[in-house]
């Protein structure tokens, strides 16, 4: 979707490294969501960062918004393997529709 | 055990032939959703439904149609599928809004 874009399409880091997958989007939000969708599965959210609020942590994730640049960042750090997966950005620029991005194909190797 | 169920989870058909994809959560979520997902292309949102008989079309309807008869039941149906309907297809729910998005595991449809 041209609504959300990750920057990258694939990366890859070695275990315990810190990685950051970005993303930009083109219209005003409500709220920006990151998701992770392992092989074989759906994607399961991880983060969900409001339109007002600049940084959200979740254990060993960040996600970072910054509305007037229509960017954000999501940053693993210590990475392991089970990270290995695509990341997603998900906007929501109208009332209940998620927009994703083709998504950033993480790789965490030994 | 809040899930949103896929069934079948592989499928193959037959060009011209009907399908039903069909999908039940137990969040008692009032809105749910079908996406595609095609390698490259992340997610593409077809229909989208607010409540039973209640749906609106996404970014890429042509080809399908819905229905939504309980609460907890969202069915994907396509009447003569097409070689390029052959994808990964998504059923999600959620409270609506911008909240989290529930998605099950998916079905992968081959259309030969």
């Known amino acids: 979707s041209q609504l959300a874009e990750e920057n990258l399409w694939a990366l890859s880091v070695h275990e315990g490294e810190s990685v950051t997958v970005n993303c930009s989007y083109k219209?005003?939000?409500?709220?920006l969501q990151w998701y992770r969708q392992k092989s074989g599965e759906g994607p399961a959210q991880l983060i969900l960062i409001r339109s007002n609020e600049r940084e959200k942590r979740n254990g060993r994730l960040r996600a970072t918004l910054d509305t007037s640049s229509q960017s954000s960042s999501l940053s693993i750090t210590a990475t392991r393997c089970e990270d290995t997966a695509v990341y997603f950005c998900a906007t929501v620029p109208n009332y209940n529709v998620l927009y994703f991005g083709s998504g950033t194909k993480l790789t965490v190797e030994p | 055990d809040m899930k949103v169920t896929q069934m079948p989870r592989y499928l193959i058909k037959r060009m011209g032939e009907n399908v039903l994809l069909e999908c039940g959560q137990d969040?008692?979520?009032?809105?749910m959703y079908w996406y595609r997902q095609d390698p490259g292309l992340g997610l593409q949102l077809i229909y989208i439904s607010y409540d039973v008989d209640s749906n609106s079309e996404g970014d890429i309807p042509k080809g399908y149609r819905v229905s939504r008869k309980k609460r907890e039941h969202f069915s994907l149906i396509l009447d003569s599928a097409k070689t390029n309907q052959t994808s990964v297809y998504f059923c999600?729910?959620?409270?609506?809004?911008?909240?989290?998005?529930?998605f099950g595991k998916g079905t992968r449809l081959t259309v030969v």
């Open positions: 999600a729910s959620s409270l609506g809004g911008d909240t989290e998005v529930f």
């Open positions: 219209t005003s939000i409500t709220a």
């Open positions: 969040m008692s979520h009032e809105t």
